[in-house]
Structure formats: C-alpha cells, structure tokens
T-cell receptor, first 114, second 113 residues
Framework: SAVISQKPSRDICQRGTSLTIQCQVDSQVTMMFWYRQQPGQSLTLIAT?????????ESGFVIDKFPISRPNLTFSTLTVSNMSPEDSSIYLC???????????FGQGTRLTVV | GQQLNQSPQSMFIQEGEDVSMNCTSSSIFNTWLWYKQEPGEGPVLLIA?????ELTSNGRLTAQFGITRKDSFLNISASIPSDVGIYFCAAAYSGAGSYQLTFGKGTKLSVIP
C-alpha cells in the first residue's frame, strides 16, 4: 500500500482567500485523485490528476475554482480558490496501487471557511 | 450516474454482537471495496473484492462480492469498541482505460460496551 501525506491537516480560512493543499506519496503513481467530503457526507470525486496533462474534472467542479498541479509522479496540489463557507469540507487525496485496483487515501485536510 | 445504496445508515450494537451492512446498485461493477473512516482521518481500506462471488476475510471482517456484480456485504463478527466508525462501500467499473470509484453514503457504527 502507498503512504500518502497531506498538508495542512486542517485550516481555518477567511472567505475570499485561497488555500493550497499538498499531497505527497511515497512511491510513483500514475493517477492521483482529489475528493471532497462535506460534513457528515460521503466522498465526492473532484478531479483526476495525471502527471504531464491537465486534470480531468467531474461535473460540478471547475478548474478556476479548484486548480490542480501534478508536477511529478509523487506529488500533487489542490487549490481551493476564492473560498466561501460552502467550501468548508474535508479534502482528500487518493492514489491507486495499480489501475483498476484499490485506492488509498491521505488523512485529509479539514477546511473551515469563516 | 452510478449510485450505491448503502444500508443501514447507522447502527447501535452491544459489544460482542455481529454486524452486517450492505451496498446495492442497479449498475454492474468489477471492483468492490470496503473502507472504515474514523474522526479526523481519511478512509482506510479494509477489504478489496475483484471477482463475482468472491468471499474474503480480514480478521473479524468478512466481505462478499455479489454474484450479480451489483451488490456487496460486509460482516463484522464479535464487535469491539474500536470498531466504532463510519464504514463506506465503494465500487468501480474499469474499462477502456477509465476507472472511477463511486462511494456509498456510509454506515455509522456505534458499539455499546
């Protein structure tokens, strides 16, 4: 299994500002995924980040709001831009051990927007 | 889109009791996964299933991939207080180079000592 480190683990941010979340994996992986988990809810996929290409966003999520970088095979960032209280959620980074197999998650970033 | 119906939504059980939860869908999948999430943590993989009919155990946990490929269940035997958490099923159909996990809404388990 992959070891995934996310930073920060939590943050409280003012509305209108932006936060960049970092995800570091201990091994090279092709695909990395970013999820959002709203309070008391399940996980919703935001986007898939592939190294060397633009991220692929799911319906309801746009690049201007959630820009993603994937500079190499072990690292990715997700930025939550122009935040509002509705963005308060847990944001999770995930990787697959191999295409079509189990996914592993970081510990998440708990974001509160005030 | 694909949806997973996970039940029950929550459970309160006595320590030592067995627990059963399941996920169903109208769609076919070729991967079923079960995760546990504790407060302040990301989901932790418990069991992965890749074959219809497959029955897999991990300690006191047992999960099965339904024959129809549209459902899965997770059983926990002889529950203990540390089993408390939210359990999520997840499923994927990988084909033509695509792979996306769909998650159930979770089962919140409370264990009464």
């Amino acid at each position: 299994s992959a070891v995934i480190s996310q930073k920060p683990s939590r943050d409280i941010c003012q509305r209108g500002t932006s936060l960049t979340i970092q995800c570091q994996v201990d091994s090279q992986v092709t695909m990395m995924f970013w999820y959002r988990q709203q309070p008391g809810q399940s996980l919703t996929l935001i986007a898939t980040a592939n190294q060397g290409s633009e991220a692929t966003y799911e319906s309801g999520f746009v690049i201007d709001k959630f820009p993603i970088s994937r500079p190499n095979l072990t690292f990715s960032t997700l930025t939550v831009s122009n935040m509002s209280p509705e963005d308060s959620s847990i944001y999770l980074c995930s990787v697959e051990s191999a295409p079509g197999t189990e996914a592993f998650f970081g510990q998440g970033t708990r974001l509160t927007v005030v | 889109g694909q949806q997973l119906n996970q039940s029950p939504q929550s459970m309160f059980i006595q320590e030592g009791e067995d627990v059963s939860m399941n996920c169903t869908s109208s769609s076919i999948f070729n991967t079923w996964l079960w995760y546990k999430q504790e407060p302040g943590e990301g989901p932790v993989l418990l069991i992965a299933l890749y074959k219809a009919g497959e029955l897999t155990s991990n300690g006191r946990l047992t999960a099965q991939f339904g024959i129809t490929r549209k459902d899965s269940f997770l059983n926990i035997s002889a529950s203990i207080p540390s089993d408390v958490g939210i359990y999520f099923c997840a499923a994927a159909y990988s084909g033509a180079g695509s792979y996306q996990l769909t998650f159930g809404k979770g089962t919140k388990l409370s264990v009464i000592p």
